[in-house]
């Protein structure tokens, strides 16, 4: 088989391969769960028109059911795993059936979150189709859906069979999807890979041409740094804090815009920033450490600042982050580039000076 495999130390270890075609999943599940069994494809309606096809290709000796699933992020709700399950049992489905979630983060969350509940829990394989969900999301067995009252409310860790990644997928992935995921990668650079932040830089007009190559290697670093953190702490106890960089800032902006006309990654980047002028502060980063970022950022066209905010309605929402604690926000600092730390002492003054610094 081509590709890299990368595993996941984990409560139950799972293996993660890049670089691999959609094609020959089949030939692997076929030695994972053995021929003939149900598969259950998860998926939406643009992406099954796309890779359906090529997926299905490979899977003649299995049972294969598809599940489409309309586009939006209102789609990773209770309702919707409701109708799953009786989708699902109209199609025979039980214990033994392996769900493929194919697609991006919406659908991994979904899909996975479905697999944990059908019948006390299923088999899946995470299949990424979006550059956020293959260094991201598909990674670290984090399954949820959202509640009314907030976010990724209703969720599990629960890992997969595997993680099976195409990358030819990312040659139709929207730019704005894309950017999504080049967020990520510059928050893994910062928190942990210098030499993933030079390549970046060094390779941006070609990021921009959407060179295939680059992806490839852009997204194997970039996954590794995130099977690296997950490994080393698998339910977010310690450093896989640090993957927080930039959330608690951008979280609090995509609320405050009800999720409208701010994407995950535009809200990361600006939340980046405000974090990084929080540690400039505090003398972990250098003036020149934050031009970098904020460079860089711009360079994709990524936003690094926003207008007409109130800062105060952002701390607000800062204070629902999930994971503060005990009243108190907990932020992911990023120290100098490639290291991060977490302090559980930033005070609401030095976080309101950090939001004026990103709003204009
Ligand atoms: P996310 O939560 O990561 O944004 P989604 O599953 O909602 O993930 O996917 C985001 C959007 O991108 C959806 O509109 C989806 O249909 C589309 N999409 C995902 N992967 C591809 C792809 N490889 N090519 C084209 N469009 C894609
Ligand atoms: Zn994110």
Not at 260 to 270: D, R
Request: no cysteine; hydrophobic share 40%; net charge neutral.
């Amino acid at each position: 088989m081509q590709g890299q495999r990368i595993d996941v130390a984990s409560e139950k270890p799972y293996p993660v391969f890049l670089g691999v075609t959609l094609e020959n999943l089949g030939e692997y599940l076929a030695t994972r769960i053995g021929m003939g069994e149900h598969l259950l494809v998860v998926t939406h309606p643009n992406i099954a028109e796309l890779y359906l096809d090529s997926l299905k290709k490979g899977l003649p000796s299995f049972r294969v059911d598809t599940l489409i699933v309309p586009q939006g992020e209102e789609e990773k709700s209770l309702e919707r795993i409701s109708e799953l399950t009786s989708a699902a049992i109209a199609y025979g489905a039980d214990r033994k059936t392996v769900v493929l979630a194919l697609g991006g983060g919406v659908i991994g969350d979904l899909a996975g979150f479905f697999a944990s509940m059908f019948m006390r829990g299923m088999r899946y394989v995470q299949i990424p189709t979006t550059l956020l969900a293959m260094v991201d999301s598909s990674i670290g067995g984090k399954v949820a859906v959202n509640h009314p009252a907030g976010k990724n409310l209703l969720g599990d860790f629960y890992p997969p069979l595997a993680v099976w990644t195409d990358f030819s997928t990312l040659e139709t992935l929207p730019w704005e999807e894309m950017l999504n995921g080049l967020a990520e990668t510059v928050k893994h650079a910062v928190i942990a890979d210098e030499e993933l932040l030079s390549f970046v830089e060094r390779h941006a007009q070609d990021i921009k041409a959407r060179k295939p190559e680059l992806y490839k290697e852009l997204a194997s670093r970039s996954s590794a740094v995130k099977v690296k953190l997950v490994s080393e702490d698998e339910t977010e106890q310690g450093k896989r804090m640090f993957l927080n960089f930039g959330h608690s800032f951008g979280h609090a902006l995509e609320a405050e815009m009800a999720y409208q006309g701010i994407t995950h990654g535009q809200g990361v980047s600006i939340g980046m920033v405000a974090a990084t002028h929080l540690a400039q502060e505090r003398g972990l980063m250098s003036n020149a450490e934050v031009q970098r970022l904020i460079n860089l950022l711009k360079s994709f066209g990524l936003p690094v600042s926003i207008k007409g905010k109130n800062p105060q309605t952002l701390i607000d929402l800062m204070g629902a982050d999930k994971k503060n604690y005990q009243g108190q926000k907990v932020l992911v600092l990023p120290k100098g580039i490639g290291q991060a730390i977490v302090v559980r002492d930033a005070k609401d003054e030095e976080i309101m000076r950090a939001w004026k610094k990103v709003i204009k």
